[in-house]
Nanobody
């Protein structure tokens, strides 16, 4: 069974930076693709970023491209989301997700494992 635990959320002002972390408890981390999704109040959960099992391929939503960076440390079983130039519209609960294949996906239904989420609030 895979357990994902996010951390690093908080309240920041517009323009600030945050780094989210997601610790993966399973033995399959190095062969799993990881994704970050977010859900704002009264909105659908949306794709933010994803990274392949090897870390060689990364994907971003247009809304965060150039501001967010996803990375992974297979030695620490952890995936990161570096967020910079944060905007109020980035306010959401951010979820980490994993799928037991090297190939990432932008579709939330492709991920069977999810964390509990971490709140990011950006004030104007």
């Amino acid at each position: 069974q895979v357990r994902l635990v996010e951390s690093g959320g908080g309240l920041v002002q517009a323009g600030a930076s945050l780094r989210l972390s997601c610790a993966h408890s399973g033995r399959t981390f190095s062969s799993s693709a990881l994704g970050w999704f977010r859900q704002a109040p009264e909105k659908e959960r949306e794709f933010v970023s994803a990274i392949s099992g090897t870390g060689g391929n990364t994907y971003y939503a247009d809304s965060v491209k150039g501001r967010f960076t996803i990375s992974r440390d297979n030695g620490k079983n952890t995936v990161y989301l570096e967020m910079s130039s944060l905007k109020p519209e980035d306010t959401a609960v951010y979820y980490c997700a994993a799928r037991p294949t090297y190939i990432p996906s932008t579709f939330r239904g492709a991920y069977p494992y999810w964390g509990q989420g971490t709140q990011v609030t950006v004030s104007s």
